[in-house]
């Protein structure tokens, strides 16, 4: 397992590991141990993989789980907008080994999407180092080869819609892409232009979607994403901006969203 060129260049580098239970806990416990950050973990397979929400993010073999730990990447406040980031860079990777004709779409906040149904899922997670600095730990999943049956929403992997993609080559765009992807967002200054290259993939955007966020269903037309990252929908009593929740496209439209597959 290897980073691409630019990668390297930008000081990247990579672990790779047979099984672990999760690669953004070993990525956390590097930060801890006082790793300075630039670090990929990668494995070929998880035993505890995890998603938002406690969800379990199913990790066997032949799927690409990586997580990329960074140190001091901006302040507190704005290291939500990588999830926005690694979206756009999921993209342009999966782009790069399959072909700009893939037809993959982001689902808010950064679920990649390929022919309407659940490639990837992206897991934030921080801690602090031994010297009190922030870390943040980006955790990637995307179905390669495989995907879980009987979720509360469809998913899929590459291999059933004809993509037959080592995850070493995945993740060495991949790879490059967040390096590319980092370099734009700039600790948070360079936001509208990620913005932006979110936007141009969005799904559901200009339609009209549901939101669970919590106990509460909401319901409007997707207007657009605001400089903070969130979601505004817009409602019968006006404009909402949700800051969390999990999005419900008219393709994706389970009748609750409790469990199964999470993010990374």
Not at 109 to 120: C, E, F, H, I, V
Not at 235 to 250: R, Y
């Amino acid at each position: 397992m290897r980073v691409g060129a630019l990668a390297a260049a930008r000081g990247y580098r990579v672990e790779s590991l047979e099984s672990v239970g999760s690669t953004n806990d070993v990525a956390m416990q590097r930060a801890r141990a006082g790793e300075q950050g630039g670090l990929w973990i990668v494995a070929r397979e998880q035993t505890g993989g995890r998603g938002r929400l406690g969800r379990v993010w199913t990790s066997p073999p032949g799927n690409l789980h990586a997580s990329l730990l960074l140190i001091d990447p901006a302040p507190a406040a704005r290291a939500a907008q990588l999830g926005f980031v690694t979206g756009v860079a999921l993209v342009n990777a999966l782009e790069a080994v399959c072909g700009p004709g893939a037809g993959i779409a982001l689902k808010w906040p950064n679920d990649a999407l390929l022919g309407g149904s659940k490639l990837s899922g992206v897991l934030l997670e921080a801690t602090t180092t031994p010297e009190g600095r922030f870390a943040c730990v980006i955790g990637i999943g995307v179905n390669c080869v495989a995907h879980p049956d009987g979720l509360p929403y469809p998913a899929t992997n590459l291999l059933a819609h004809g993509f037959s993609i080592a995850r070493e080559a995945l993740f060495e765009a991949l790879a490059d892409a967040m390096a590319a992807k980092i370099d734009v967002w700039a600790s948070g200054a360079g936001f509208t232009a990620v913005r932006s290259a979110w936007l141009e993939r969005a799904a559901g955007l200009g339609a009209p979607i549901e939101v669970v966020a919590g106990e509460r269903r909401l319901s409007g037309v997707f207007q657009t994403i605001d400089r903070d990252g969130r979601l505004v929908l817009a409602t019968l009593s006006g404009d909402m901006a949700v800051d969390a929740g999990d999005v419900l496209l008219p393709a994706l439209a389970p009748s609750r969203i409790d469990g199964g597959q999470g993010i990374n």
